[in-house]
């Protein structure tokens, strides 16, 4: 899962709380678990990945203003 493009999305309970962008998952996810005590909870992530950095960043910002999720600013 590392050096390509995601777009990922985690669900407390059905309802999306954080939209983010990386290209290493698993070590965003790590630091997602050291620094948030709220991701303890989380049980369901959705991951799509992307061939640019462009198309990873486009999909993230169009999530996030679609959706509204609580832990991300705009």
Known sequence: MDNK????????????????????????????????SYYDKVNKI?????NSDGDMMLY???YITKFHPPLNKV
């Open 5 to 36: 493009y995601y777009v990922y999305k985690y669900y407390i309970d059905e309802q999306l709380i954080y939209v983010g962008r990386t290209n290493n998952f698993v070590e965003r996810f790590k630091q997602h678990l050291r620094e948030n």
């Open 46 to 50: 959705d991951i799509a990945t992307f």
């Open 60 to 62: 993230e910002k169009y």
